[in-house]
């Protein structure tokens, strides 16, 4: 099992800066970001393996970054230059899975996490 608390959510004008924090009770091999606007399906944004590899859906790429401290067992979601489009849940996740090789990218997929947080909401005005 694998607890993980999010926090550092708000409200921000757009253009604004966001660092989402989760705490979790041990890094898996393989951890992610998600967010989830109402009425829409939740969506991943950014994943990281423990080996540093890094993924992110196009939409937040070259905006946000994913990061993880392995001293203090928490994952980082730097979000730059937000938007309006950007409001929603976030949930941090993490997985189970394995990769057979070092450069394998982590995907995006709901399916592919084994365990949630409960959220931080992030709101961004226009």
């Known amino acids: 099992q694998v607890q993980l608390v999010e926090s550092g959510g708000g409200s921000v004008q757009s253009g604004g800066s966001l660092r989402l924090s989760c705490a979790a009770s041990r890094l898996s091999n393989y951890m992610g970001w998600f967010r989830q606007a109402p009425g829409k399906e939740r969506e991943g944004v950014a994943a990281?393996?423990?080996?540093?590899?890094?993924n992110y859906a196009d939409s937040v790429k070259g905006r946000f970054t994913i990061s993880q401290d392995t001293a203090e067992k928490t994952l980082y979601l730097q979000m730059n230059s937000l938007k309006p489009e950007d409001t929603a849940m976030y949930y941090c996740?993490?997985?189970?899975?394995?990769?057979?090789?070092?450069?394998?990218?982590?995907?995006?997929?709901?399916?592919?996490?084994?365990?949630w947080g409960q959220g931080t909401q992030v709101t961004v005005s226009s």
């Open positions: 996740a993490a997985s189970n899975r394995r990769f057979n090789y070092s450069f394998s990218v982590p995907g995006l997929g709901r399916g592919d996490f084994d365990y």
């Open positions: 990281i393996r423990a080996n540093g590899v890094t």
